[in-house]
């Protein structure tokens, strides 16, 4: 990694660059002079159309002095002006400064993958990637109110687009742009899902998704580094890898790198469940073996597992979803010996409807988010003192309402295909949100950059309007894409249940975080006993977790995975100690 500076009257911009395209034309911020004044730019992400948008500017006159998106970006920027993002395919958080105007505009991708935060502290936008960053910045606080309170043990690990847990600490929204100068900061949006009569027969629909998935993943495979693909062995990482793979044989490259990630002793372990129906192993082998790829097994022991769980915490700056996270960061940490871009099939359940509640009438009929329904343990989980002063369940029914109130419905859309709207809607705006943010901030900790080609926003925008019962062909999940690839992929992988990602089934990591959060209780002046009901944590610890009837959040964050989201809590506590303002 490299970084740089710009330090001009009244604006500072600071950068610290991942390299993939160009290294040394790609050098931020960047800055492009004129004689009315300068461009400077700093960008966080990857560009997927640059070779098309470098094209349409130098038919316009424009000359480039290398080949790296950033300075596409940038010429775009001076070219189209605000409008800027609305020509952008891909994953991107940037801010450019205009001298002349002296005026900054922010803007963040369409499903927001690369993070931006912001705060304004004493007349002075203060932005960056991490809000741990922010706090470097003299007089920002760390504050928690009621707010931030009912996001984290509310909404959490999911959060409400444009906040944090922090008071006063933003987020630039998905798909939206900020404009700051003398007159204060203004947001706008540049695009959102719109509802349209989807009028393709299944033929043209079928043609159209295999066009749309073949182009998302062939952009995404560009890169002056090395670049790898994760193989769990499920539907939609074997989509990629058998794309990518036959790309590679195209084009004469070497073998495609893959990764799969597992844990000590699970083989022995594993137990099936209706969330988790099969292991990966046999599967990813068959995948291995039909695409000739070089795979690499990463196999987590129970302690890394646990010793992660800080790392994980500090990577995304808040409590998340315990050993989920802290697995997934070791397993980038080890990815990245071998490669620095890789490609995840992640996003694909979002769009394709996978999840378990797209067809559970319990869940769609919830009245609440249906991956977080524990509303009344969550309540019980705080500090009776806080308990008193705060309704987790309206604030959560609000967030609810408000969401659902953004959705355009069509007369003609069938009593399935509306309800089910619902259900994506909800499902893309938050539970994929959470499941990129983990992703993104624990990858780019480990200085990898994850791609995810299911989130292409031009094949999210067709499938949205693809009537439910084209999308859940045969009453499947994924029936539609699961017809699709049907002559791509070996028919098992076609016809394998969805199996999330692997989580660890060793005894001994419950034994292991049972320990963490029984040395935590035992410690007096821990913090964690000041927000939440030590009473009722004990209960959890005397239980193994079944004192907490329902999962945490999804369908696998039980009782080891709360305990250690509990110690998460705790650890956050002690590292950023907030100021708790009710």
Known sequence: MKFGYYINDNVALGHRRLIVI????????MIETYSYGEYVIVYNGQIYNTKELRKALIDEGYEFNGHCDTEVLLKSFIHYGYDTPKHLNGIFSFAVWNSRKQELFLARDHFGIKPLFYTICNNTLVFASEIKALFKYPGIEKKVDRQGISELFGIGPAHTPGTTVFKDIFEIKPAHFA??????????????????????????????VHFLLDDAIKRQLV????????????????????????YCKKHGLPPLDTFSVDYVDNDKNFVKSDFQPNSDNYYIDLMKDKFETNHHKIIIDTPELVDSLEDAMLARDFPGMADVDSSFLLFCKNIKKEATVCLSGECSDEIFAGYPWFFRSDSLNSGT?????????RQHILNPDISSKINL??????RYNESLSDIQFLDSDSYETHEKRKITHLTMNWFMQTLL?????????????????????RLVEYMWNVPWEIKALNGREKGLLRYVVRDLLPSEIVDRKKSPYPKTHNPNYLAKVKQMLT????????????????????????????????????QLMTGPQLMAYLCQVNMWLERYQPKIEL
């Open 519 to 554: 040395d935590i209780m035992n410690k007096p002046n821990a913090p964690i006993n000041d927000l939440l009901n030590r009473k009722y944590i004990l209960e959890i610890l005397e239980t193994d977790g079944r004192a907490f009837t329902r999962p945490w959040f999804g």
């Open 223 to 246: 890169s002056d580094v090395p670049l790898c693909v994760m193989l769990s062995g499920g539907l939609d990482s074997s989509i990629i890898v058998a794309y990518a793979s036959n």
């Open 179 to 208: 404009i700051y100068n003398s007159s204060g900061l203004h947001i706008g949006r540049y695009w959102k899902l719109k509802t349209t009569k989807h009028t393709d027969n299944f033929e043209d629909t079928c043609d159209k």
């Open 437 to 457: 943010d983990r992703s993104d901030r624990t990858s780019m900790y480990n200085g990898l950059e994850l791609r995810v080609p299911f989130c292409d926003y």
């Open 393 to 398: 369940k309206d604030y959560i029914d609000y």
């Open 369 to 377: 988010f249906p991956w977080s329904i524990a509303i009344q343990e």
């Open 22 to 29: 160009d290294p040394d034309g790609g050098k931020q911020p």
